[in-house]
């Protein structure tokens, strides 16, 4: 009897044991969602709004922590909260932890706002979910600052941290602006500060084929909340809660995989593929690494002839023996192929995308571009109007179809597509330049001097315009404008052959037929050497012609 009255207390206490696994059970997507919109704040200001998270409320008093960049500079900040009050912050009261990129401030209220819940970030493993929230910065398409939330996976959780003590990687899709939010995991519990999106500089885009598809790279950097919690006394928050003791251990892939990322991200592509390549050692079966080695492959130079294209494919292929049903790994691999001109296999790889997912827009913007490659432009048209359907919103998709009906000759139809992308946003310069191209083939040159004015105001370094632009000059009797957009265009990049083509057409016109065939020539070399065997040909045509 004693025996199981000394067994009963530990048998109860396995049961609570078991109760509280039970109760920590994952939440959906809506409800994460629903908890993150109540702790996330808009942290407003002047020059570098940002986001924040609601960590602690103390009789009227609210802390809130963000990024420290955020809140870098002395500014007029105000905080934002889930119901659109506004606080005022007294700058003075705000404090940063020594060299971490987090910081906290306060703000006062009698209304009484929910506080985050304090996960465990050293349980935040590759592969589990991760959500973000925050407040992007407002675009042409958005003016105003609307609260975003997206689901991600964890990509790596380093035991040492980078730079200011970035640690978790995750792949959820991310805006500049979100800086500062909360990182939570399935249980809606705060695990991270975001810090770091995968910005533009960090995409690869197809500009010389079709400048609207962007494949993201797929990293974003946070800090976890268990070095706010180690270090929250150098700030004087004291949040009740403990992080785990710190435990030293060897250097794991996770490791390796956050310094390879961090290494692509300063260029140092020798580095980071070295990284990568140790983090896949530990862990063969770390699809991530082979995804990022990828990019690094295709980035490995500036030179689209040196890319290793065929090592990226590759990698990618070992991500898709991993998982199979990895849409993005679909969608990387035929951006890829559309770089090596296989764009029958990029078809496929978009078509396997699609099939896993339907309504991925970027799936049917890579499809449109390898069709239109291959001719199919009315093939090209039904992709974007897909795209358009999912996103009414996708001025990209207007831009494209706007191309292609440019390509079938319904120059009117490709103007409707243009203007529908400006009304989108107002500084898309694809939009002014493929209005501008439909303008002048219906003859209309004063307004596609105005759409080409337009497109260089947004971009003074954009060689495209540049050489449209001279043309329509010199078609508009203004000789000495449309040599000067060309000279312009080689300045800004002197192996583009657009402007060359447009000296020798300028030449030839003047009567100086020698002239002509040199800069045509010029043209036909630099066609040539970037692979481009249609104007290549058309070109040394225009030579044969004026050599007889």
């Known amino acids: 009897m004693r025996f199981y009255y000394g067994l009963a207390p530990a048998l109860i206490g396995v049961s609570i044991v078991v109760v509280q696994t039970q109760v920590a059970v994952a939440l959906s997507s809506q409800e994460v969602g629903k908890i993150a919109k109540e702790i996330t704040v808009l942290i407003a200001s002047t020059n570098n709004p940002g986001s924040g998270v609601i960590i602690k409320k103390e009789g009227n008093t609210y802390t809130v922590i963000t990024a420290a960049h955020v809140v870098a500079k002395p500014d007029n900040y105000a905080i934002v909260t889930s119901d659109s009050l506004r606080y005022q912050v007294n700058y003075k ?60 996976k964890i990509s790596a959780n380093a035991s040492k941290a980078l730079k200011e003590g970035y640690a978790l990687v995750y792949s959820n899709d991310t805006l500049p602006g979100m800086s500062g939010g909360a990182v939570l995991n399935d249980k809606g519990e705060l695990i991270g500060i975001h810090g770091r999106a995968d910005t533009s500089t960090d995409n690869f885009k197809a500009s010389e084929i079709n400048p609207n598809i962007f494949v993201k790279t797929g990293f974003n950097l946070g800090i976890p909340i268990n070095t706010f919690l180690r270090l929250s006394s150098n700030v004087g928050v004291n949040l009740g809660i403990s992080a785990p003791p710190l435990v030293a251990t060897a250097p794991k892939a996770d490791d390796f995989y956050a310094q390879g990322v961090d290494k692509f991200r300063k260029g140092d592509y020798k580095g980071g593929i070295d990284n990568l390549n140790e983090a896949i050692r530990l862990n063969p079966n770390y699809a991530k690494a082979y995804y990022i080695r990828a990019f690094i492959r295709a980035a490995s130079s500036k030179n689209w002839q040196e890319k290793d294209w065929q090592g990226a494919i590759a990698d990618i292929n070992q991500v898709i023996k991993i998982n199979p049903n990895d849409v993005d790994a679909y969608k990387t691999r035929a951006f890829f192929r559309t770089q090596l001109k296989d764009f029958q296999g990029a078809i496929a790889d978009t078509n396997q995308a699609i099939k896993i997912n339907y309504n991925d827009v970027n799936a049917y913007k890579i499809r449109a571009l390898s069709r239109a490659q291959l001719k199919d432009f009315q093939g090209a048209i039904a992709d974007l109007n897909q795209v358009i359907k999912i996103n009414p ?7 494209g179809r706007g191309m292609y009906r440019n390509q079938l000759k319904d120059f009117q139809g490709a103007i409707t597509d243009f203007n529908q992308a400006i009304k989108i946003d107002y500084n898309n310069i694809y939009a002014y330049n493929g209005r501008g191209e439909a303008r002048i083939n219906l003859q209309d040159l004063q307004g596609a001097l105005a759409d080409l004015n337009q497109a260089i105001k947004i971009n003074p370094n954009d060689v495209e315009t540049y050489s449209k632009r001279g043309l329509v000059r010199y078609a508009l009797g203004d000789k000495q404008g449309g040599i000067t957009d060309f000279n312009s265009a080689i300045k800004i990049k002197p192996n583009d052959p657009r402007a060359y083509f447009g000296l020798g057409f300028v030449s030839a016109k003047s009567g100086d037929k020698q002239g002509a065939i040199a800069y045509f020539q010029k043209a036909a070399n630099l066609y040539q050497e970037a692979g481009n065997t249609e104007p290549y040909q058309q070109t040394l045509e225009l030579i044969r012609q004026l050599q007889q």
């Open 93 to 152: 009261t705000v404090r940063r932890l020594p060299d971490i990129d987090l910081a906290v401030v306060q703000f006062t209220s009698d209304i009484n706002y929910k506080v985050a819940k304090i996960g465990n970030s050293d349980q935040s493993t590759e592969g589990t979910i991760a959500y973000v929230a925050g407040f992007p910065k407002a675009t042409a398409a958005i003016s105003s600052r609307i609260y975003n939330f997206v689901e991600g």
């Open 393 to 399: 919103n996708d001025a990209g998709g207007y831009v």
